[in-house]
């Protein structure tokens, strides 16, 4: 309920914020799952935005001109993630607008902003496959995660770890890109001469896990692979737990993931994921804390990397406009991009004209150490070209 209050004041904020900025304003819209059963992968990388955003205007903002983030919930639902889009393209007229949704709520997004030719970009929601190469124009993505190369680390990480004899099953959600990538890394997993015993689609959310457990541990599953929201991720790893399976479990490194290895204490839990964690302590790290801490956010500094991202992606874009008040020009500024990210991932953001995902992609993957009692990186970054 707390965090709920504080994503409803940070909505109220904006919307306060925004009858006091000029006329002349650079406004962004973003529709996100602010609210409702995946608002925990969704919300913090919006407050990381949002505390990027107070930051940069109380810099200057963009050569004078304010940053104005429009914030509108849609709860993961379609519909209205639909009226959000007309909104910021009719009413508000943004100059770019944001996803941070599910992917349910793409669609609805991509063809509002399509027929208005203002660029949308995907903020901790999944990449849609428009952003790799040859890229859409209109679309961007700045979110870690990457459908079929999410998988090829997932699953290089488990040949390395136990080799190719294995019986590896799978977890994803009932949405669109979580069953598609699941659907190709079990295709990718057999080609490399694994097994596949069990693929289980979870619904979003499901009120029991222990069912689609059940059925991966019954078909002898030594591995699991899991592409989801995180609930579904970790929520299914704990009931493969209580049913007394003891395979190795990989999972994405969401948002919760940080904070959530500790809580689950388990080593054989392992995360794969395109940012850094918080136990590296970079100065940008350092700069986030201070930023949540000033501003009383209720959500974990190690939460806000997401949205800090997208942050630093829009100040750049904007300033690399040769008009930033215009839509088109920041689409063809954002279109020609390379982003310093301070650490905060394997290398920087880099877009092209036909790539605007990122041309290197680079993972680690952590877990707990109980004898040190923390985080540890079991394999440092790999990178994979964005071809």
Known sequence: MKKICMIAS??????HASGAMAEDALKIGLTGALTGPVAGTYAPAVEGLRLYVDALNAGGGINGAMVEL??????AEPSRAAANAKRFITQDNVVMMINASLSSTFAPSIAETSRAGVPLMFAASACPQEVFPPANANLFCTTAFGAKYDSHAALQFIEGQ?????????QAMAIPLSRGEIDYAEGVAASMGMTPVAKEITPPPAPDYSPFA?????????WVWSWAPWGAQVKTFEALRRLGWSGSYVAYA??????????????????VGANALF????????????????????????QLTEGWIAGMV???ALKAASDPGDAGSVRDAMSNLTVDLQGLRGGPLVWTETNHFRT??????????AANNAIETVQDWTSFDVE
């Open 254 to 271: 969401h948002l919760e993931a940080e904070s959530e290895l500790a809580r689950v204490h388990d080593e054989t839990f392992y995360l």
């Open 162 to 170: 136990a080799g190719s004899d294995i019986k590896i099953g799978f």
């Open 360 to 369: 290197t992609q680079s993972y680690r993957v952590y877990r707990w150490n």
């Open 10 to 15: 940070i909505v109220a904020a904006s919307f």
């Open 279 to 302: 136990t590296e302590n970079l100065p940008v790290m350092q700069t986030i804390t201070a930023a949540a801490q000033a501003a009383g956010s209720s959500y974990a500094a190690n």
């Open 70 to 75: 429009i914030l509108q919930d849609d709860g």
């Open 314 to 316: 829009i100040e750049a």
């Open 214 to 222: 059940s059925n991966i541990s019954d078909a002898g599953a030594e």
